[in-house]
Structures are given as structure tokens and as C-alpha cells.
């Protein structure tokens, strides 16, 4: 692998930066939207077997007691919370995934064709530069340890 001049690995960290910067731009936007619909989702589908267990305990012992219902709705609750949380995280990895493959890959491939860098070179540019928890880092060809 050549080596690559100041100017190049200028460029090449600029566009890693801006690839990086579209994934997490979209991950944050698209959080907020996921959890919100999760806990919808979790709320309505946990709701109706915690609604039809109260009407069975309601129905079985012909009263509700405060101490009953206030266990049974901070279960559901918590549950609800949950299932939100692991929809939410799933749902957003997904989008996220969806947006690499569809528009920044691609992106990526049309900057290294028209600057003729390799994606090895990309790669390891952006490994070197990014976060741990960079978004783009997820996409990334890791580099062997032990190899020079």
C-alpha cells in the first residue's frame, strides 16, 4: 500500500468525517422516533393482557383492591418500558444499517473511485480516526493486530 500525502489523508479525513457525521445524524433523529413508537407498541400490546388479568383477578375474587391493581399496572409498566427499550434499539440499529447500505456506502465507493484511494486505506484512516462508538466504525474492515 502506498503511502498517502498530507493533502490526501486531509481529504480522506474530511469525508470520513462527513460519512460518519450522516450516520449519526440519522441516529439521533431517528431514536426519539423509534422509542416513541416502541413504547406505543409495548403500551398497547402489554395493556391488553394486563387489562384481561385484573377482569380475571376482578372476576375470580369479585373485587379489585387498590394494593392489586397498583402491583399489577407497575409490572406492566416496567414491562412495557422494557420491550420499548429492545424495540427501540433494534429498530434504530436497523435504520441505521438501511442508511450505511443504501446511500453511504455507495457514497463511499463513488469518493474512493473518484480520489482512487483503496477501501483498505479508507478503513484504516477511519479506524484510526473515529470513536469507539462512532456509528461508521460498525462497517468498518478491522485491521489484524500483530500485522504491519
Known amino acids: ?10 481529504i480522506l479525513q474530511e469525508a470520513i468525517t462527513d460519512f460518519n457525521d450522516t450516520l449519526t445524524t440519522q441516529s439521533i433523529n431517528l431514536s426519539g422516533q423509534a422509542f416513541n413508537n416502541a413504547f406505543r407498541l409495548g403500551c398497547g400490546v402489554l395493556l391488553i393482557p394486563l387489562i384481561i388479568v385484573l377482569i380475571a383477578i376482578y372476576f375470580v375474587r369479585g373485587e379489585l383492591d387498590f394494593s392489586g391493581v397498583f402491583v399489577f399496572s407497575c409490572a406492566g409498566a416496567a414491562a412495557s418500558i422494557v420491550f420499548a427499550s429492545i424495540v427501540a434499539n433494534r429498530a434504530k440499529f436497523l435504520v441505521v444499517q438501511e442508511k450505511y447500505q443504501q446511500d453511504v456506502n455507495p ?26 462508538n462512532a456509528p461508521l466504525r460498525d462497517y468498518l474492515i478491522k485491521p489484524a493486530d500483530g500485522i504491519n
Open 1 to 10: 500500500m502506498t503511502e498517502l500525502t498530507d493533502e490526501q489523508k486531509q
Open 107 to 132: 457514497d463511499i465507493v463513488r469518493f474512493l473511485a473518484e480520489h482512487q484511494f483503496t477501501r483498505a486505506q479508507f478503513d484504516a484512516a477511519a479506524n484510526d480516526l473515529l470513536a469507539d
